[in-house]
């Protein structure tokens, strides 16, 4: 049997930290070669290439190392590689891997993945997770899934994964759909298929604007806050409702301004699972939001995925007609 092409790409995290002599740990500090020096992958159909992209720690991922990495990926792609293997701080791995996703357009396998603990801890979980995603990239089964994060054993859609845990091994959750695959025993198993949502076309080549912004609706909510955000140049907004997609009273007429100057709002629910749904006529609710413009999410997406796919799509062709398409991919 010939042996899968798989790229290992290091973006650090801490996977790749060690202990400071000061104390605390240096993300970043390692190598993908040093990472796997210790590592026996021979057991694996695969011949495993490491390219080292960025190594920080992932608090410091900007939209440009985004792009960046996504530029990456399509480069070994189109050299041959028939899965991709990223290595990822866990802080923002669900926001990193949710916009590679957004995009990329292949079927070629590109898993994320990272660990709790530094490879000077008791427990690290770092050569398990690689050996796991490494299965997972290689698997005939994982082509077509879209963007996948692997950790714990465990294959998620990032179009739904949380890190649910600040220090726990099993870290992330998909908190909608539940897990859409295992890793065990050296084998691969999905649970359900899945079939990534439509693709838009991003553009690449042109910077990523960062002033979007995510706010969490909180009770008896300064309407002013939106007014100064958008004298600073927002470009676009997205909301955590409570409950089903509700926000204070005091906002429903601000946001109004603000969608007639052409700055597009996007509502999702602040809670973890059930997403937002027209249920109540008072003001500040969904469905007189919608009647002012509002875009109700429909796509059980999060804050953070949201303002990503708000700034992609900002990004694209779609731009002029956020609203019309927010809901088709």
């Known amino acids: 049997m010939s042996k899968k092409r798989i790229v290992l790409i290091n973006l650090g995290g801490t996977i790749t930290s060690v202990h400071t002599q000061a104390g605390g740990l240096q993300s970043g500090s390692l190598t993908g070669a040093e990472l796997l020096k210790d590592m026996d992958l021979s057991s694996l159909a695969v011949d495993l290439k490491i390219k080292e992209v960025k190594s920080i720690p992932s608090n410091e991922m900007s939209l440009a190392d985004m792009a960046d990495i996504a530029l990456a990926i399509e480069a070994e792609i189109d050299q041959g590689a ?54 997972t990239a290689a698997s005939d089964d994982s082509a077509g899934k879209g963007t996948l994060l692997v950790f714990n054993q465990y294959i998620f859609t990032v179009n739904d994964v949380v890190k649910n845990n ?8 998909s908190v909608n759909a539940g897990p859409l695959g295992v890793t065990y025993g050296g084998r691969v198993h999905y649970f359900r ?19 979007i912004y995510l706010i969490k609706a909180s009770l008896d909510f300064n309407p002013k806050m939106i007014t100064a955000l958008v004298e600073a140049g927002a470009e676009g907004f997205v909301l955590e409702g409570f409950g089903v997609g509700s926000l204070p009273p005091a906002l429903q007429d601000i946001l109004a301004q603000v969608i007639q100057a052409g700055i597009p709002v996007v509502l999702v629910a602040k809670a973890n699972r059930g997403g937002v ?45 956020i609203a019309g398409n927010w809901n088709k991919y």
Request: charged share 20%; no cysteine; glycine share 8%.
């Open 82 to 135: 028939q899965g991709i293997v990223l290595t990822h701080g866990t802080d923002t791995m669900e926001e990193t891997s949710y916009f590679v996703d957004l995009l990329l357009d292949t079927s070629v396998p590109v898993v994320f993945t990272g660990s709790q603990l530094s490879s000077q801890d008791l427990g690290y979980d770092g050569f398990s997770n690689i050996r796991d995603a490494v299965l």
């Open 193 to 211: 298929d899945y079939h990534p949502v439509n693709k838009f076309p991003v553009y690449l080549e042109k910077s990523f604007s960062p002033n």
């Open 277 to 321: 749904h027209k249920v109540y006529a008072s003001k500040g609710a969904a469905i007189q939001l919608e009647k002012v413009g509002v875009i109700l999410d429909q796509g059980y997406l999060n804050g953070q995925h949201a303002r990503l796919k708000l700034i992609a799509m900002l990004n694209s062709p779609l731009k002029d007609d």
């Open 166 to 173: 600040s220090i726990g091994l099993h870290a992330f959750e």
